[in-house]
């Protein structure tokens, strides 16, 4: 009997630990759970639910781990039987800006729900979450770093530990968070992402904006899906329950005359990122000068509906990523840049508001101001259609020297399948040589990035050494493996600075000393000497410069350096 007293009394207790109220209830919308609440809160939660297990993955930059938060019906937490199950699997990522936490506290709101049953979890969907990617963010707590944001009262903010905006490091990973993200995002593998956010721009009535991943780059057939069937479900679903919602407002003060057009989520930003991998993403991107507790509810409605519309559709939702995952295995051609169809486009019901000027208290100056006594409800061109452009080839395999272990190591984080050669050979492969590019002049996420990209082709001869890699394309991961190793691509590890080293020559010459070698060289390449020659005759400048036509001796002679300027990753064809 005592035992059984005991017993009720721990439930009890757990329970209503379970079932208390968060920061965000006990102050009526005005406060954000810190860290250390929200790790808490689901650590309590997983003492009185076996609906939810709570788990510790990689570290992160600021010295602790992310925690990833799985919720099941029946109690298991394997994602590989998630999948076995025919589960739809959802991942909500929070506070990767933690200065935009709604989805911190409408997440532990919604776990906490499910536990008590307010919410019914369907059997066909299975959820995971991290309560706070951005812990050195979250940790950073201030009041004005979110000077355009109608609160919380506190909040973290957008730089990581390493001042990183970790929305911009899915590919290049310079932070240890990021590195544990690609680590739980393959464990999970989720049919949908969620990635919750808040805006900036414009002045609008709607709380509850969406960035939808690009549709063409899930492939025809599961990205028409999403456009044609579940993404207007949701759409409804949000308005039935009082949040009408459009796409992303991208413009600012230029109004929604020229129409508004969708993202281009590149894989540096999650959404782009998980589309690598036929995941579908979703940024909800509430509105930054709606209250704060607006802003929260419309954030836990927006994953209730997810949920509902993924148990809905989950067999459908399952099937076409299967599809397309089969297809991107065995596709031939992949775009790399992406430019908007301006001659397709839909509509959607914006409701904004009229722009004014009068004058500022600031300045004195005129200043533009949105007058919310003049509401307007009007059909907007949303331009949702984009071209492919840089068209690649997928050769059958890469191949890449071990010595570039730092890119290795994520393609190995990424779960691409690679073998390794058992002994030293001599293979006829193809080679870029970069023939220019450009670099930001000053950095940008701890990077100097490369653009304007140009390339040739060269057909070569490369002896590779035992150990090093080489890359069959017949993977699901052949998009994620395109899109990262040609370096003309918006966010390859070239373009991201991974293969510099190539572009600085390590050898070179004297000119007194290299002069009569030169001559030697032109005695022996009688085709080399009759260029040279030319080349004399229609530059009068190189004419005149000895150096320029040594130089011109040497990079065209057996002693220039083939490394220099050659893109360390090969193209098998055949």
């Not at 250390?36 to 689901?42: R, V």
């Not at 992310?66 to 394997?78: I, P, R, T, Y």
């Not at 300045?363 to 949702?384: A, N």
């Not at 490369?462 to 998009?479: E, H, M, S």
């Amino acid at each position: 009997m005592r035992k059984t007293i005991l017993l009720l009394a721990i439930f009890f207790t757990y329970y209503n630990a379970g079932a208390q109220q968060c920061r965000f209830e006990k102050t009526d919308g005005l406060e954000t759970a810190t860290y250390f609440e929200a790790i808490n809160w689901y650590k309590n939660l997983d003492k009185v639910s076996s609906k939810v297990l709570v788990k510790e993955m990689g570290m992160t930059d600021a010295g602790y781990p992310l925690h990833l938060v799985m919720v099941s019906d029946d109690g298991k937490f394997d994602p590989l039987q998630w999948h076995k199950q025919n589960k739809a699997v959802i991942l909500i990522n929070n506070g990767i800006h933690p200065g935009e936490p709604d989805g911190i506290d409408a997440s532990m709101m919604l776990v906490r729900d499910i536990v008590k049953n307010k919410i019914k979890l369907p059997g066909n969907v299975a959820l995971a979450f991290i309560p706070v990617y951005n812990i050195g963010g979250c940790l950073n707590r201030n009041s004005y770093s979110r000077a355009n944001q109608n609160g919380p009262k506190e909040y973290g903010f957008r730089g990581n530990a390493q001042n990183l905006d970790l929305n911009r490091d899915f590919t290049k990973s310079d932070s240890k968070n990021a590195k544990s993200f690609a680590q739980i995002y393959h464990f999970v593998d989720p049919d949908i992402l969620i990635d919750n956010h808040v805006s900036d721009g414009a002045d609008y009535q709607h709380t509850m904006t969406i960035l939808t991943t690009q549709y063409n780059k899930l492939g025809a057939e599961l990205g028409g899906w999403l456009k044609n069937k579940f993404e207007p479900q949701l759409y409804k679903s949000m308005a039935d329950k009082g949040w009408d919602m459009v796409p992303y407002v991208s413009f600012e003060t230029a109004g929604p005359e020229k129409g508004m057009v969708m993202f281009y989520d590149s894989p540096r930003y999650s959404s782009g990122y998980t589309t690598l991998f036929q995941t579908i993403g979703f940024m909800p991107e509430t509105h930054m000068l709606k209250p704060y507790k607006q802003r929260v509810l419309s954030t836990y409605s927006f994953s209730e509906t997810m949920i509902e519309k993924a148990s809905l559709n989950a067999k459908e939702l399952i099937a076409e990523r299967k599809k397309a995952r089969q297809q991107v295995s065995a596709q031939k051609s992949f775009a790399l840049k992406w430019n908007v169809d301006t001659s397709k486009y839909s509509y959607v019901t914006f409701k904004g508001y009229e722009q004014a000027y009068k004058p500022s208290d600031a300045t004195g100056l005129s200043r533009m101001y949105y007058d919310r006594t003049k509401p307007f409800t009007k059909q907007v061109r949303f331009f949702d259609t984009f071209k492919p452009n840089d068209i690649i080839e997928a050769p059958k395999a890469y191949i890449i020297p071990q010595g570039w272990w730092t890119v290795i190591d994520l393609l190995k984080l990424n779960g691409v399948q690679m073998q390794r050669f058992t002994k030293d050979t001599i293979i006829d492969v193809q080679a870029y040589h970069i023939d220019d590019y450009k670099s930001y002049p000053k950095p940008y996420e701890k990077h100097h990035k490369n653009m304007a990209v140009k390339t040739s082709v060269m057909n070569q001869q490369v002896r590779f050494l035992k150990g090093d890699y080489i890359i069959w394309l017949n993977q699901p991961a052949n998009r994620y493996l395109v899109e990262m190793l040609e370096p003309t691509g918006d966010d390859s590890f070239f373009s991201w600075n991974f293969f510099d080293a190539v572009l600085q020559q390590k050898e070179g010459y004297s000119d007194y000393r290299w002069d009569d070698l030169a001559a030697e060289v032109l005695k022996n390449n009688p085709g080399l000497k009759a260029k040279l020659e030319e080349k004399k005759k229609t530059d009068e400048k190189f004419a005149a410069n000895e150096s320029a036509q040594l130089n011109f001796i040497y990079i065209n002679s057996p002693y220039y350096e083939p490394s220099h300027n050659r893109y360390p990753v090969y193209r098998l064809n055949y």
